[in-house]
Each structure stands twice: as C-alpha cells, then as structure tokens.
C-alpha cells in the first residue's frame, strides 16, 4: 500500500483485498457486509490510484449487490480480453519511451518531479467531451488514456502521475475530493518527509500559450487549496512551501517593492511576467490594471520596450502572467 495514504485498519484490510483481486484480473469481488458500502468506491478509486497499471477497471462503472453475509463488488472491464494484452504492451512501451525522454542521469527527485509535471501539462490534453458526456470513453479516467492516448479527465492524468512517479521512485498518490464543490482528482507527493499537493489537471486547464510556463498547481500547500475539500483522515497535512516554484524562483511579491523588484528581473530575462503576489486585497480587473501599471512604470523607468502582450490572472492562486502575445 501507499505510505502516503493514512487508512484505519478496516480500510487497509478491504484495500489489500481489493487489490490483491484486482491484480489477479477480477471483477468480481466478495466484502464483508460489515463494511461500510459508501466506502467501497472510494477504496477502489485508492487502490488504482496508487496501482494506476491496473488499466483494465473502468471506475465509474461500480456496484456492491448484498449477498446475504457478504456484499458483492463489481467491477467492469474496460478492453475486451483480445485487446487486453495489446492495451498493456502499448501502455508499457509509451512508459518507458516517456521515462527515456525526461529523466536524464543524475536527476534528483524533485527534478523528476518537475519532469513528469511537464510532460504531462506539455503533451496531454484535458479531454472535454468526457467532461460533457459527450463520447465519453473510460479511458480517459485511466491512466492508459493520459500515457497512450494523451487525452484524459483529471482521474487518468492522475493516475498517469502517480505512475510515472512509480517509475522512477517517488511516492506519490491521487487524492480524491472536490473543486469548486464538482468531483476532482489531483496528486499528492512525498518528498524530503514534507508533503505537497500537485493538480496537473488545472495547470493544463491554465495553459493557453505554448511557450508559457505553468506552474500554477505544483507543490501547494493545504491552505493554497482553498475552494478543496477532501477527506484529511485519509491524506497527511501539505504545511511546507519550500518546493513552490513561486518560492523557489524568488518570484512571489509579498509587497510593492518586491513586485517592482521581481517585474524588473523577468523582463530584462525574457520579457515576460510570471509571478505570485499576496498583497493585494482588490477586485481582479483592479488587480490586472495594478500590475499592468507597475509593469509599464517599471519598463520606461529601465527602457524596456513592451511590445503587444497578453495578460492573464489566475486568481484562484493569486498568480500574474504577462507574454508577448
């Protein structure tokens, strides 16, 4: 089992029985009736989250039938048995070629973080008509869809990070809660015995320019999640925002002079603003023309000269980005 994952001892018997079945291919599953069935899809959803190679289990297509003494799980595949093997060759192929690709030698973990953060916000696209329901494949809540097909929901982009993690030896896992009070899945990580939450769900969401960098989601703590809910008996505190990018790159304006000071260093690097602010208690059209207005001053005062931009605001996260456009 997942050292992240903070289970009762009831739920670690029926999540090792659970994935124990599953491993051996079946869809069938006998549980106590003694437990909870609320609580049966939740262990299911953490059993593929932390075994996202189990491609087969299509996990919104569960059912617990009462069989007397005991309660009946079943669960439905996705690939027919002729396709099955095929599915698996492929999803394990594309691993590796992936890991080949961005986990260069001497890499330490919070690079290979950052490694598989990128590909996956680089090269898999959110998969919108399974959000509308429209053609909708279970794929796309798997982490085969986000690893073979490049496109999946927030469940198989996920599971695709978690395996990914695997495979080079960060311990990672999916957390299952809510955003924005809709269903959502994102990652949490275990690095330097301090945990972190990862969504690269949103941060694709957020990417709307090809060379900019988003970073928007990566490495927060529980207190930068604040429209989240998820259940905190299961997942350890996120505290620490050592890894922040935003911490990390110096790039987070705590006041106006730290703004100036961080405008003026981005643009004489690369003419373009990336940057976390936290001190400014304004609607979000006033903080675009507050932060506009700094860039502008801040750019004939050193003559730097802006050419036609684009500017966005992620004010979830409090985070400013400007490029050329």
């Known amino acids: 089992m997942n050292t992240i994952l903070q289970l009762s001892d009831g739920q670690k018997k029926i999540y090792d029985l659970l994935y124990m079945e599953m491993s051996k291919g079946n869809y069938r599953i006998r549980i106590s009736s003694t437990f909870p069935k609320e609580s049966v899809s939740l262990i299911v959803k953490l059993v593929l989250g932390d075994h996202p190679w189990l491609i ?54 919070i690079q290979k973080i950052l490694a598989i953060h990128d590909y996956i916000v680089n090269n898999v696209s959110y998969d919108e008509s399974e959000l509308y329901n429209i053609n909708s494949t279970a794929t796309s809540h798997t982490a085969y869809g986000a690893i073979v097909q490049k496109k999946a929901v927030c469940e198989g982009i996920s599971y695709a990070f978690v395996h990914l993690a695997n495979e080079v030896g960060v311990n990672a896992t999916v957390v299952n809660g809510k955003a924005d009070r809709t269903n959502h899945a994102w990652n949490m990580i275990k690095f330097a015995s301090k945990y972190y939450h990862i969504d690269a769900t949103w941060d694709i969401r957020q990417r709307d320019h090809s060379t900019a960098k988003v970073y928007d989601y990566f490495c927060l703590r529980d207190l930068d999640l604040k429209s989240r809910s998820w259940d905190k008996k299961i997942y350890p505190g996120c505290i620490s925002s050592k890894c922040n990018y935003f911490n990390v790159t110096d790039s987070f304006a705590h006041d106006k002079q ?68």
């Open 56 to 109: 087969n289990f299509d996990n919104c297509s569960i059912s617990l039938g009462n069989r007397g003494v005991y309660n009946l799980l079943t669960l439905k595949p996705i690939f027919n048995p002729c396709d099955l093997q095929e599915a698996t060759n492929c999803f394990e192929q594309e691993t590796k070629k992936i890991i080949k690709s961005i986990i260069k030698p001497n890499t330490n973990q």
């Open 258 to 325: 730290q703004l100036r000071r961080i405008i003026l260093r981005q643009l004489l690097n690369s003419k373009s603003l990336y940057l976390k602010y936290d001190f400014l208690n304004m609607s979000k059209d006033e903080i675009v023309d507050y932060i506009w207005n700094e860039t502008v001053d801040v750019a004939n005062s050193n003559g730097i000269n802006l050419q036609e931009v684009t500017i966005t605001l992620n004010d979830d996260q409090n985070i400013f980005t400007l490029f050329s456009s």
